[in-house]
């Protein structure tokens, strides 16, 4: 009798675990597209910010350097400052910047 019962526990246990591994499956499939769509809009919006930042600095350094050139401008010295540490690679542009305006301000 105990073999019996045995052969259908095994059978009636193998029933239960199929649809078991079968959701486990969709929800890997699920949990997987989702992360990929995730990915794919974080990319996205990451390479359009970049895109658009980059522009706005090189549009910035277009006029520090214009600003830098034009020695009839009050604020040439600032514009100088600014060029000077940025081309030298001693710090970033936004760095320099910040640290010239509070040089020029005190002054």
């Known amino acids: 009798m105990s073999i019996i ?3 259908l526990l095994m ?6 675990l199929n ?3 079968d959701r486990l499956i969709n929800y890997f ?3 997987f597209t989702f992360s990929l769509a995730f990915i794919g809009v974080a990319e996205i ?3 359009s910010y970049k895109k ?3 522009r706005a600095k090189a549009k910035y350094l277009r006029e520090v350097i214009d600003q830098k050139n034009d020695l ?10 600014v060029y000077e540490k940025w081309n030298s690679g001693e710090m970033p542009l936004s760095e320099a910047n ?8 005190q002054n």
């Open 52 to 54: 658009e930042y980059l």
């Open 11 to 16: 059978d009636v246990g193998h029933k239960i």
């Open 72 to 81: 009839s401008s009050l604020n040439e010295p600032f514009y100088t400052c």
């Open 45 to 47: 919006m990451y390479w």
């Open 29 to 31: 499939i699920l949990i």
């Open 5 to 7: 019962y045995q052969l």
């Open 98 to 105: 910040t640290m010239c305006s509070l040089k020029y301000q």
């Open 19 to 21: 649809p078991i591994r």
